[in-house]
């Protein structure tokens, strides 16, 4: 165990201790980025809509023509183990399955007979502080160099490793990505803005992987009667928007409040979380502690 895995991990159908579990050096998901995954949160030891994770597992394994190793209900069983077993209330689950070990090294898929990989396991679910909050974080705007089916979460994310990176050694929090002239997401995040009191966020297509936390806001905004718009944002509108968030599991809501050096926003909340956001934010507290965490 270390201070961000529990034990024990799941490894093809067995519990084991992290430092146990080991796989072979030929296996897709090594040689090749071969794989997917899924990120399950969860809330005083409740998975925060496991379905719907599961079955974005399942369109991500379908997507690349991948065998499923594991029932819907096999996952819950192996989600539900970790949760009991690690010592945090608040967890993340991280589940990857790979195209498996074949005996040698192919471009093609290797023979049905050879297994696929499963693996998971718990880590604790750290969200952002009171004090990175209330200041709000730095971005950068990069070029999107992915591929061009963004939309399956892949284990191949090179290109957002390399963005994500650009960022920090700016010393910013994310990078956010340009593709055609229109601002697609962050490197690890799902970015909205906000204009004239609308909130607006990018459309589901191939070039963005929708988070579940962005349907969560999309939710909370219709139901609390925030006027939303769904609609490609173009790089133009992203550089003048009143305020511009990043939103995930871990982030939540969290304004970035400089982009490119630039304040974002004008006058007086110029540079500062702006108050839509924080009242997102508020409302996303509440159907966390009232949703979420009863399961």
């Known amino acids: ?67 499923n190793p594991l029932s819907v209900e096999a996952w819950k069983a192996v989600v539900l183990k970790l949760i009991e077993a690690a010592p945090w209330d608040d967890q993340s689950i991280y589940l990857q399955v790979t195209r498996g070990a074949d005996d040698k090294r192919d471009h093609a898929f290797p023979p049905a007979s050879v297994p696929p990989t499963a693996f998971a396991f718990a880590s604790p679910l750290v969200t952002t502080s009171a004090e990175v909050r209330a200041k709000g974080v730095s971005a950068i705007t990069v070029p999107d160099l992915r591929w061009s089916r963004c939309d399956l979460k892949v284990v191949s994310l090179l290109a957002n490793v390399l963005a994500r990176q650009q960022a920090v050694e700016q010393g910013c929090a994310e990078a956010l990505l340009i593709r055609d002239g229109l601002m697609k997401e962050g490197a690890a995040s799902n970015i909205f803005i906000v204009k004239d009191g609308v909130l607006i966020a990018p459309p589901k297509t191939h070039l963005m992987l929708p988070g579940i936390t962005y349907d969560v806001i999309l939710e909370l905004a219709a139901t609390h009667g925030q006027p939303l718009v769904v609609r490609e944002i173009t790089e133009a509108e992203l550089r003048s928007a009143d305020e511009v968030w990043m939103t995930s599991s871990t982030k939540e809501i969290l304004a970035i409040t400089t982009l490119d050096g630039q304040p974002v926003g004008n006058g007086a909340n110029a540079g500062l979380p702006g108050p839509l956001g924080n009242q997102m934010w508020q409302w996303y507290q509440d159907f966390k502690n009232t949703v979420m965490r009863k399961g």
């Open 1 to 67: 165990m270390t201070p961000y895995v529990a034990d024990p991990v799941y490894l093809n159908g067995r519990f084991l201790p992290l430092a146990e579990a080991g796989i072979s050096p030929l296996d897709r998901g090594f040689l090749y980025g071969d794989g997917v995954y899924e990120l399950i949160p969860v809330y005083s030891r409740r998975p925060f809509r496991i379905d719907e994770h599961l079955k974005r597992l399942q369109a991500t394994l379908d997507g690349i023509k991948m065998a």
